[in-house]
């Protein structure tokens, strides 16, 4: 029997149970970590460019990493909410064909888990403000990380079984959605993990067809199928997240980011990070600098 080995794993950053009113009110929040929020009272929305999602009691949601995004709370809402970091030895996350907000009846033992983790984790709450803008910063997420060193192995193991349990939920929602689709075939995938390494590289589509032993056209018209993006799009649009996880975890300049994730040209670096992301590197960067 082949045996499977688990191979992503999940960082708790915080953990916490929020009373949120109208405050609770933030434009393009686009972060490098996973939320997941458990409704227990009240009404709130998150919306995107092509859907407006209600946060209802009952449910679960999650919000994979690099989504962007707006919150909304328009009288008052109850909310458990985890964050936590996803890591893939191949840089390929587990939502990165679905990436969006969505939803799901929560069970008991869903909010049951919601609730345990936090018992377990009691220093992992937000104290400083339910503001994205005050609590994304390199200073906060080094502070919380060093917490997970300091878990005793229980408290780990409880911690990452729980995480493991809430978000195979959402990722058994997303095989229903897509059952009726075809697996991304093995070339695509094998093209997707290499470009997520070699971001720094140029990286052509003849180059990747080449790899798949697939004529170029071919090859477009299978990666757009199974991924909704041109190759070069998808290029661009990781390279993009990797800039944004490194402005927020680093002291590196805009300059060395740029360089190190492909764009020799800083004002086309400048120009596509607004594209995708609306908003400018230094604007980004403001939001998430150190303190």
Request: glycine residues 4%.
């Amino acid at each position: 029997m082949a045996r499977r080995v688990l191979t992503h794993n999940f960082s708790l950053l915080h953990v916490d149970r929020v009373h949120l009113n109208q405050k609770w009110n933030y434009k393009n929040v686009i972060s490098p970590y996973i939320r997941i929020y458990y409704i227990d009272g009240g009404e709130g929305f998150i919306s995107t460019i092509d859907e407006r999602i209600k946060l209802e009691s009952g449910y679960l949601y999650i919000i994979p990493g690099f989504t962007l995004c707006n919150l909304e709370c328009p009288n008052k809402l109850n909310q458990y909410f985890i964050h936590c970091f996803e890591d893939s030895p191949s840089g390929l996350s587990l939502f990165h064909n679905y990436r969006k907000p969505f939803k799901i009846k929560a069970s008991e033992i869903s909010a049951s888990n919601m609730k345990r983790l936090l018992m377990i984790n009691p220093q992992r709450k937000i104290y400083r403000s339910d503001n994205p803008k005050v609590y994304e910063k390199n200073s906060f997420y080094k502070e919380y990380q060093e917490l997970n060193n300091q878990q005793s192995e229980s408290v780990f193991m409880e911690t990452q079984g729980i995480l493991l349990q809430l978000i195979s939920q959402f990722i058994s929602y997303i095989d229903l959605k897509t059952e009726h689709s075809t697996s991304i075939p093995s070339p695509i995938l094998d093209a997707i993990r290499y470009i997520q390494i070699n971001l720094s590289s140029d990286i052509t589509v003849k180059q990747l067809s080449q790899r798949a032993n697939l004529q170029s056209d071919y090859f477009s018209r299978m990666f757009i199928k199974h991924t909704g993006e041109r190759p070069l799009e998808y290029i661009q649009t990781k390279r993009i997240e990797r800039a944004q996880y490194l402005i927020t975890t680093t002291n590196k300049s805009l300059a060395e980011i740029a360089d190190e994730i492909g764009f020799q040209n800083l004002p086309y670096f400048f120009k596509t990070f607004k594209k995708i992301t609306k908003v400018t590197p230094g604007e980004y960067l403001k939001t998430n600098q150190l303190i």
